[in-house]
């Protein structure tokens, strides 16, 4: 793979400008010194207005240019046009204002900038929705609080009286709304102050209310033609990836390629666009397939990723796009001829399946297609109640469905303990396990779900099951969990590693209290596989920490939601609960569970 360095574009050079003159702006009229020290022959001369309303033109400008800078280095259209809006009227305060003749020409050559290089403005918005309108309102309401607190508390030898925190945490909810507060200033600090809270808090309004009216651009989603056009393609070429089949998730955009042949499916989140395991389709058209996707992420400026591809799909990625390739990790896949109970190794499997077998417990694996609708609707209602967190997790390796009709060729293993004197809700149903097709000879590990109240052990004994019920199904292989930083792991305690290893599986290790790392590797390797190794894809090393988050929030490891006294009643997690979800989980206290 080359690497080289990426010249600095235009947009990037001028958002960092306004965000550098935006700070500058936000200390020019927030400190009273500051506009009187040596910074203020070069502050004077910057986009902003410091004259008698100096303070409150200049925090407005400040705010309003730090809000159009990340837009600007995204290159968006509508950045663009603000900041087109924004700098005449800079220069019109500042020749009214400051009579400064220098300041109007830099911000009329920064004007000018933007109109020469206007063509570099154009991406397309991202998928939003009125929710940004509720967290532009918190984030701005708080950021202005937070300012505002400032703002009142830089004047002491103005202010009249000794006022404390909760006087001036009053004045400055008064200030946003406009009105006059508990404490009073000396000279015109006053009105400087009481102009600076109210321009905060009209800021706060107006972006609000645009923020909620403005047209909605809903995420993509796959139509009934899509996924026709997909379900065709894994019928051809659905072996090749043992990810294909979750390209079928409904809340997926996908691009395809020219000819049709292949296909890459995606999310957008926080402007991230993250594409999981292979294209779709013939491995000979994948070049269109991500020619097109890497056109998509240019026209909305969002930052291209791949999240779980194979080595030949990460091959493909870097030679066609230039793109940086990691590995993530391994997927544990079982090769059903293979598998077998006997022998030293899978003794420690070997005793809790046959433990649990005395048990009681009964498992049945069958075909989705095979089951009634009756029973179909209790293990879905098993399944969503067992779900040990608010939301659903998983999007790389998780359909986040069980049952559809199309999806008849799935694999459901099911654990029971029938005579039961008290049966649960779900009756004598104890655990559930969904698997998906892979290909026409195997299935991948959708979900692991399992009544709390049931025996340790349960998504040992589902494994097992469906390894053994596998050859009468014509499956020869599976897939199971994707262990994270598996080879770290295992490098990192053989006799002879050296620090630098040891103290990489160590992080690892304290990581594994909270993201299951180490717990998930042990749990699949009881199971003897074959280890598939996973890379992500990504431009720019600086381009992971956000990947990173990005996908952690696309798999339900980090919700951006409502406070919990605005969201809607439900179900919440139960105290200790473990979480057995979608997305391949597997919890430490429960060797048997599955994360992605």
């Known amino acids: 793979m080359l690497r080289g360095p990426r010249p600095e574009s235009v947009p990037s050079l001028v958002g960092t400008a306004c965000a550098l003159i935006g700070l500058v702006d936000i200390a020019a009229g927030v400190f009273p ?183 909605e651009h809903p995420v993509a989603r796959l139509t009934e033609e899509d996924e026709r056009r997909l379900r065709a393609l894994l019928d051809r070429h659905g072996g090749r990836d043992s990810l294909g089949h979750f390209a079928l998730r409904r809340d997926k955009g996908v691009v395809f390629s020219p000819s049709g042949k292949a296909a890459i499916c995606y999310r957008v989140v926080s402007g991230v ?37 194979s080595e030949t799909g990460g091959e493909v990625w870097t030679r066609e796009t230039g793109l940086d390739a990691l590995e993530l990790g391994d997927e544990a896949v079982v090769d059903v001829p293979d598998f077998s109970l006997r022998g030293r190794a899978m003794r420690n499997v070997r005793q809790m399946v046959t433990r649990i ?50 999806d008849g060729d799935s694999v459901v293993a099911t654990a029971h303990k029938p005579g039961e004197a008290e049966p649960g809700p779900y009756g004598d149903l104890k655990a559930v396990l969904h698997f998906v097709p892979w290909g026409t000879d195997g299935m991948s590990l959708d979900l692991m779900r399992r009544d709390r109240g049931a ?41 002879g590693a050296g620090p630098v290893l040891r103290g990489w599986r160590g992080l690892l290790v304290f990581l594994s209290r909270w993201f299951q790392i180490e717990s998930l590797y042990r749990f699949n390797a009881k199971f003897q596989p074959r280890w598939e190794p996973r890379y992500v894809v990504f431009r720019s090393s600086g381009d992971l920490p956000r990947i990173g988050f990005a996908a952690m929030q696309a798999e339900g490891f980090v919700t951006l939601s409502l406070p919990l006294p605005l969201r809607r009643p439900g179900r919440t997690r139960r105290p200790g609960g473990i979480d057995d979800h979608a997305g391949r989980a597997t919890a430490p206290s429960d060797p048997g569970v599955r994360t992605a």
């Open 357 to 406: 077998e005395r048990a009681g417990y009964e498992t049945r694996v069958r075909r989705v297609r095979d089951l009634s609708e009756g029973e179909l609707a209790r293990i879905r209602d098993a399944a969503d109640d067992w779900r040990g967190t608010d939301t659903e997790r998983g999007f790389s390796m998780a359909l986040g469905r069980i049952g559809d009709p199309a």
């Open 455 to 495: 025996d340790p052990g349960m998504n040992e004994l589902l494994i097992v099951a469906a390894l053994h019920a596998a050859p009468a199904l014509g499956v020869v292989r599976v897939s199971l969990n994707f262990a994270m930083f598996r080879s770290a792991l295992a490098r990192g305690e053989r006799l």
């Open 33 to 215: 010194r500051f506009r009187h020290s040596r910074m203020h022959s070069f502050a004077e001369v910057l986009p902003g207005a410091l004259g008698p309303f100096a303070a409150a033109l200049s925090l407005s400008a400040g705010v309003l240019l730090l809000l159009l800078a990340h837009g600007l280095k995204r290159r968006k259209r509508r950045a663009w046009r603000a900041a087109v809006f924004l700098l005449p009227a800079g220069t019109v305060a500042q020749f009214a204002y400051r009579h400064s003749v220098i300041g109007a020409l830099l911000s009329l050559g920064l004007l000018a900038l933007l109109v020469r290089h206007r063509g570099e403005f154009a991406a397309l918005p991202d998928p939003r929705s009125r929710w940004r309108a509720l967290a532009n309102f918190v984030l701005m309401g708080a950021g202005s609080i937070g300012l505002g607190l400032v703002i009142v508390s830089v004047h002491p030898h103005r202010t009249i009286g000794n006022p404390g925190l909760s006087e001036r945490l009053e004045h400055v909810l008064y200030g946003l709304f406009g009105f006059d507060g508990p404490i009073d200033y000396k000279g015109i600090v006053s009105g400087t102050v009481g102009y600076s809270l109210g321009s905060l808090g009209l800021l706060t309004a107006l972006t609000t209310v645009y923020l909620a009216f403005r047209p």
């Open 273 to 309: 666009m993250l594409a999981s395991g292979d294209p779709i389709g013939d491995v000979e058209a994948w070049p269109g397939a991500i020619e097109r996707f890497m056109d998509e992420a240019k026209a909305h400026s969002w930052t291209p990723a791949v999240m779980g591809c």
